[in-house]
T-cell receptor, first 110, second 112 residues
């Protein structure tokens, strides 16, 4: 089983829609969680960290479910500019490294 | 402006040749990382360094080498032992190991 798994998509949604992505992780000792956004042929950029109590940043809401070992990203009122690949990232234990999922591709259309 | 600079943006390697990818940061970050990204795959960690003069192998270190002689610089050499080097190479840094990482804009390496 992969350490971090994501549905590759693509998720095709109309502008204004609400869309949610899930990401599962295999190691119950995982401590920190992040969502990154990667545009086509560009570098990943940090979108938001995911806190235990859930957190919101504008139209974006991230949640963590430790019991089921998944994190989610909800995007409300989707914009064309939200079209990108969203990477789930997990830090486990005392490891210095982060583990990246393969990403979920979102395509927002008119 | 603070950031991470990778060069070159595009690089072509001949068979049997070693090539070096540059990564420089002026964020005063202690930790630096090299990743490789292939189509349809996630980022895979090649090497990382938590502090100057120290570095550790990642998940796919074979065929690669690094050095960390200065805090600001973490060059990656793709050696001739790396049989499938064509990929998008990303350098990243973070204030401390395990914290969110900031990425350079990458180097695309291709085989001639």
């Amino acid at each position: 089983r992969k350490e971090v798994e994501q549905d590759p998509g693509p998720f095709n949604v109309p502008e204004g829609a609400t869309v949610a992505f899930n990401c599962t992780y295999s190691n119950s000792a995982s401590q920190s969680f992040f969502w990154y956004r990667q545009d086509c042929r560009k570098e990943p950029k940090l979108l938001m960290s995911v806190y235990s109590s859930g957190n919101e940043d504008g139209r974006f809401t991230a949640q963590l479910n430790r019991a089921s070992q998944y994190i989610s990203l909800l995007i409300r009122d989707s914009k064309l500019s939200d079209s990108a690949t969203y990477l789930c990232v997990v830090k486990t234990g005392t490891a210095s490294k982060l583990t990246f999922g393969t990403g979920t591709r979102l395509q927002v259309t008119l | 402006d603070g950031g991470i600079t990778q060069s070159p943006k595009y690089l072509f390697r001949k068979e049997g040749q070693n090539v070096t990818l540059s990564c420089e940061q002026n964020l005063n970050h202690d930790a630096m990382y090299w990743y490789r990204q292939d189509p349809g795959q996630g980022l895979r960690l090649i090497y990382y360094s938590q502090i100057v003069n120290d570095f550790q192998k990642g998940d796919i270190a074979e065929g690669y080498s690094v050095s960390r002689e200065k805090k600001e610089s973490f060059p990656l050499t793709v050696t001739s032992a790396q049989k499938n080097p064509t990929a998008f190479y990303l350098c990243a840094s973070s204030m401390q190991p395990g914290l969110p990482q900031h990425f350079g804009d990458g180097t695309r390496l291709s085989i001639l």
